[in-house]
Every structure is written in C-alpha cells, then in structure tokens.
C-alpha cells in the first residue's frame, strides 16, 4: 500500500508521538510510507511551554517527515490535504486523541474523502477533561472515518455511541521498547539514581495530573514501608497544572515515610527514560481513570511488571497474576498488599517471563498486520 500517516512525531514529546513514529517505522517495512506532522502542535495559551520538543534520542526520528500543520492556521490544513491529494495514497491514518484538533483533521477529512481511505487511530475517543463543544466536534471529525483502531473497550463503546456500525479493531497498545536505548543494567541504573542495590524500587512515571491517582498510592506507602522496610518509591514527571507540585509536596511530607519516597519533578527528556525503568522492580500506575496509558507499554519493554487499577483499557493490557496486578481504584489498602504481594512471593523473574512469551501480542508487527485487515475490509 501507500499510506500516509498523519500526527506527532519526533521531536514533538509525548506518547502519541512516540507511538506514530513507532508505527511509521513498522509499517514502512511493508509500504510506502510518508508521514505528516506539525509545524505547530499546541499554542502557547493552551499548553505550558507552548509545544515542546526533544531531540535528546533521536530513536523515535521517522524518516522524510512533512512539518505541514499548524493546528490554528487553516491555510495549514489546504496545504497539508494538497500534499496528500497530489500524493495519493490508498490509506491516510490520522492519530485522534482530543477535539482541539478537530478543526483541522475535519477540513484535511473533507477535502480528501474522494483520495484515499481514512482510518482513525482513536488514543481517546473523548479527552480526559471535558472540552467546549466536544459532543459537537468528536461526531463531526470521526463520522469521516471509514475505519477505526482502538486500545480500549471503553473506547470502543464510545466510538459506537457516535458511528453507526464502525468498522473497528480492539487491539492491545504495542510496547515502547523503543526507550531501551543503552541496555544499561539495573545495578547501573540505581547507582547513577543513589539507589541501594537490595531496595525494593517501586516507579509512578509520567504526568502527574489528579486522575492518575498518586494521592493513592502515597497513602498506601505507610502500609507498604511497614511490610518492606527497604521499598522506595520514585516518583517521576511534570506537574500539570503546575501549581499541583505544592499540594503533593505537602502530602508527601505528611506520609509518615517521606525518607522512602524520592521525588524527580519536571520534564524527563527521552534520553533519560531508560534509567528509572530500568533501576526499577514494579511500575505502580494507580489511577482514578483512564482508558489506557503508554506507561504500561514502557514497562513492557523493559520486562517490568506492573500494578494497574480497574479502570478504562488499563485491565487489557494486563494479565492479572501473570505480567502484573489488576486492583480496584482508590483503594490503598488493596494497592499495598499488590505490592507486598509482588515482592514476598518473589514474582519479578516470572512475571518478566510472562512478559517475554507476550511478545507478539504488544508488537508493532502486530499493528501493521491489524491496519492491514482493516484495510482489506473497505478498499
């Protein structure tokens, strides 16, 4: 096929970005591939920092990029649907996660219909935080979509609350192994990070935003520092909105074990990813809500195991018993004993096996032969 593939790429930060340079590099394995990326991502009054970049690994560097699109320009989006009326391909695969972008994924939609075949690669189908006009724009962009890719059932049952009938295909989100760059050891990794070697290294990683459940977790340090006297938790990533870094600083000196808990506030360029997984035994990701999170796809290309609560498509990616723990939300009492669980029965070695022999499942190669039958089911 020809495909052109439309969304963040490097050096744009950020899962989804990851995630399409990822699947532009799968894909191009077996197509013509060209991709198409932003000039400008987000405005400065929208987005702290306007939008960011990193090219501290250049891993995630997809080849023959077009920066076409600035996202509140609308000439932007005439030149960005020529360009791909002029190249034609079969297939344009567009990455959806938030209705800011619905403008201009609505006119590229519409001025393409007649070119090419267009899928959806649904991240959210709804943002997290409610958005103005949303219930309007969702519908509007993804009725022009003649197939859907979703990581989640809960996405999946909001894709179908809006398209008659979707063409659709559930499939687990791949593996961001891509992070593990040097191969650096765990031993490694904690002596650069001050970590003692026999620490039972717990890692909550990412956006530290209030329904990725970090309140949680603090509180249930307490109990698990009582049965594990040598846990530490490290907690790493950038406050958004940035005046939360006071509130969690406040809870972290009330937790009874703030001497337990290492905290590495602010931006992680891609570069330096690789040392708090692999410095780490267990990645906690106890939120709120969700309908699914790249963390765990990070952790699994580390061979990490992980302690996930019940909510959106978090379960999905997760065998519970297996390669993690599956806990109910907002519940510390159930997400310590998780934990002490995981290290009093020694479960590292297997759950990592566990991991390994999943491979395919979480594989890129998986996506590209998934975007493949799809696209045999409407040409």
């Not at 030149?79 to 619905?102: G, N």
């Not at 009582?226 to 846990?231: G, T």
């Not at 906690?284 to 195991?305: H, M, N, R």
């Not at 302690?307 to 978090?314: A, K, M, N, P």
Request: positive net charge; charged residues 25%.
């Amino acid at each position: 096929m020809k495909i052109a593939l439309l969304g963040p790429v490097y050096p744009h930060t950020g899962g989804i970005a990851h995630y399409t340079s990822l699947m532009a590099r799968a894909l191009a394995e077996r197509h013509e591939v060209s991709v198409l990326s932003y000039s400008l991502q987000y405005p400065k009054f929208l987005y702290p920092g306007g939008s960011r970049k990193d090219d501290s690994n250049d891993v995630f560097r997809a080849e023959g990029v077009r920066y076409f699109l600035n996202t509140v320009n609308p000439l932007s989006y005439v030149k960005t649907s020529a360009f791909i009326r002029t190249e034609r391909p079969d297939l344009l695969i567009v990455q959806w996660w938030h209705p800011f972008f619905a403008p201009a994924y609505w006119t590229i939609a519409r001025l393409v219909k007649n070119v090419c075949r267009i899928f959806f690669v649904c991240h959210n189908v709804f943002p997290h935080k409610k958005f103005p006009l949303q219930n309007f724009l969702v519908p509007a962009v993804l009725k022009r979509g003649d197939a859907f890719i979703v990581h989640s059932e809960q996405d999946e049952r909001d894709l179908r609350s809006l398209v008659a009938n979707p063409r659709c295909a559930r499939t687990v989100h791949p593996t961001y192994s891509a992070f593990k760059v040097s191969g650096l050891s765990k031993d490694e990794a904690r002596e650069r990070l001050g970590l003692g070697k026999d620490e039972h290294v717990l890692l909550f990683f990412g956006f530290i935003r209030e329904y990725k459940g970090l309140k949680t977790l603090l509180a249930a340090m307490p109990e698990i520092t009582r049965s594990l006297p040598a846990c530490r938790l490290l907690i790493v990533g950038d406050f958004f909105p940035r005046r939360s870094r006071d509130e969690y600083a406040d809870l972290l000196e009330k937790s009874g074990c703030r001497d337990k808990i290492l905290l590495i506030g602010g931006y992680v360029p891609n570069g330096e990813v690789e040392k708090y997984f692999a410095a780490c035994d267990l990645v906690v990701l106890p939120y709120d809500s969700a309908t699914q999170s790249g963390i765990v796809q990070i952790a699994c290309g580390f061979e990490k195991p992980v302690v996930v609560t019940d909510v959106g498509g978090l379960p999905e990616a997760v065998a519970d018993g297996k390669t993690g723990y599956v806990v109910p939300p907002k519940d510390p009492r159930s997400l310590a004993s998780a934990v002490v669980k995981f290290f009093a029965e020694e479960k590292g070695p297997e759950f990592a096996g566990h991991i390994r022999e999943e491979s395919y499942k979480y594989s890129w190669s998986k996506m590209a032969d998934v975007v493949e039958d799809l696209y045999s089911q409407v040409r």
